[in-house]
């Protein structure tokens, strides 16, 4: 089994609906992450969380909430999605320190 | 303040021949930096990390990358490109032995020509 999934992988909503996007990790880490991507663009951090009861915005957190309900799960929502916010979104967990980053598998977004 | 810079966002390459994929960072900190490949329609993979440990770090599928600190460099290369290489590739650094943050490239997209 993965060890970072993300649900749902794709998604089709439409302008002003409110959407959860999930991630869920078996790595035991601490820390999790959002990210998009847009082409050309990279990854951009949305939010991130070094545990529990730490929450702490990115650099495009506008328009995006989430929430760590335990350590192996950290949601992102859309409040009231807005086209674009049509991305690829990517959930990434990693141990404190000098260590490496894990990645979902991505979860598609189109917003009509 | 932590930020990379790939300085070709497209290179083509003919299979065969070397694969040069550059990066140059800026770092307050001592850094990590990091190799993620992307293929299409897939999530990100670690290609190799620099951790303050050897500067030539070797990683999967024959990749392998310098960390120049008088350079503020880590450049991938590969010496034979294989058409399994056409992907997307993402340089990361992050500070110190925190590990606070990671920082992201705007990514080299590698085409590799039969």
């Known amino acids: 089994d993965a060890d970072v999934t993300q649900t749902p992988r794709n998604r089709i909503t439409k302008t002003g609906k409110r959407i959860m996007l999930e991630c869920s990790q078996t790595k035991g880490h601490d820390r999790m992450y959002w990210y998009r991507q847009d082409p050309g663009l990279g990854l951009r951090l949305i939010y991130y969380s070094f545990d529990v009861k730490d929450i702490n915005k990115g650099e495009i957190s506008d328009g995006y909430s989430v929430s760590r309900q335990a350590q192996a799960k950290f949601s992102l929502s859309l409040e009231s999605a807005i086209p674009n916010q049509t991305a690829l979104y990517f959930c990434?967990?990693?141990?404190?320190?000098?260590?490496?980053?894990?990645f979902g598998p991505g979860t598609r977004l189109l917003v009509l | 303040a932590q930020s990379v810079t790939q300085l070709d966002s497209h290179v083509s390459v003919s299979e065969g021949t070397p694969v040069l994929l550059r990066c140059n960072y800026s770092?307050?900190?001592?850094?990590?930096l990091f190799w993620y490949v992307q293929h299409p329609n897939k999530g990100l993979q670690l290609l190799l990390k620099?951790?303050?440990?050897?500067?030539l770090v070797k990683g999967i599928n024959g990749f392998e990358a310098e960390f120049k600190k008088s350079e503020t460099s880590f450049h991938l290369t590969k010496p034979s490109a294989h058409m399994s290489d056409a992907a997307e590739y993402f340089c990361v650094v992050s500070e110190g032995d925190t590990g606070n943050q990671f920082y992201f490239g705007t990514g080299t997209s590698l085409t590799v020509i039969p």
């Open positions: 770092s307050s900190y001592s850094p990590s």
């Open positions: 990434a967990t990693s141990d404190y320190g000098r260590t490496t980053q894990y």
């Open positions: 620099y951790t303050s440990a050897a500067t």
